[in-house]
């Protein structure tokens, strides 16, 4: 029951009328979040350790619109063994892209003021704050991040909230992540933060409906309202919608369509 709800709920609002324009006057604005991964040469900052990698994904209004942003980052010093191990990426491999303070601009103008999500913020938002300050930019506000290692704690008490382990929760396809990767991990993250956020909605649907329930004929009810996407689903989504009603057995909609 719970995956029926999830699905409708996910193409419910996929295939709604996409909107013109984010900023109508008396539209509803669009909800801009960027899902965010670094790699680095250590784990840290004190050390002298240096971003190598990053990868961001945009969902709009908890949606996948398919817009990335990724680069290599020249750390300009060597990369330590661990690291190597882990992200695969060598300072040989490295020292041919431009160093931090050459990608910043492009890097801001993408994620621009919005919302940040990341796994474990506090690590990331370090490493960038430290970059910022060496070519003397404004470090990023943590006010403006979802942390999702937080948020996974937090609703799955003593169960692991590893990216690993939220994508097996979640049935969610990590084959490609041979190694970490900014892009590959952020694109990971963004699939898990979704879910989650479904989730969220899902129980205050439900607790709205206990409530209508509960209310004893006052006549209140607590509306949850999800927002219309402003674009069209992707190619991937509207095939996984049409694999999805495939698997629903003599539906309603079939009496239409041959009326």
């Not at 900023?23 to 050390?47: F, N, Y």
Request: net charge neutral; proline share 4%.
């Amino acid at each position: 029951m719970l995956n029926l709800v999830r699905s409708l709920m996910h193409f419910l609002v996929s295939f709604n009328k996409c909107r013109a324009s984010t900023d109508q006057p008396g539209k509803k604005r669009m909800i801009r979040e960027i899902i965010l991964d670094t790699e680095t040469t250590g784990l840290s900052v004190a050390d002298g350790d240096r971003i190598t990698e990053i990868g961001c994904v945009e969902i709009i209004d908890k949606k996948l619109t398919g817009l990335t942003y990724h680069t290599y980052v020249n750390p300009e010093r060597e990369v330590s063994d661990r690291a190597v191990e882990i992200s695969g990426l060598t300072y040989e491999f490295l020292k041919v892209y431009k160093p931090f303070k050459d990608v910043s601009r492009e890097f801001l103008e993408f994620i621009r003021d919005d919302r940040l999500v990341i796994h474990n913020a506090p690590f990331d938002i370090g490493f960038l704050n430290y970059e910022f300050s060496v070519i003397e930019l404004n470090s990023i506000d943590l006010s403006r991040v979802i942390d999702t290692l937080t948020m996974a704690r937090e609703k799955y008490p003593g169960s692991p909230a590893t990216l690993d382990a939220l994508c097996r929760k979640f049935n969610i396809d990590r084959s490609m992540r041979t190694k970490h990767g900014a892009l590959i991990d952020a694109k990971l993250l963004a699939k898990v933060y979704i879910e989650m956020s479904v989730e969220i909605v899902q129980k205050s649907i439900f607790a709205a409906e206990n409530s209508r329930n509960d209310n004893d004929g006052n006549g209140l009810e607590t509306r949850i309202i999800i927002p219309e996407r402003s674009f069209p689903p992707t190619c991937e989504e509207v095939a996984a919608h049409r694999k999805f009603l495939s698997t629903i057995n003599r539906p309603l909609w079939d009496k239409f369509d041959k009326s």
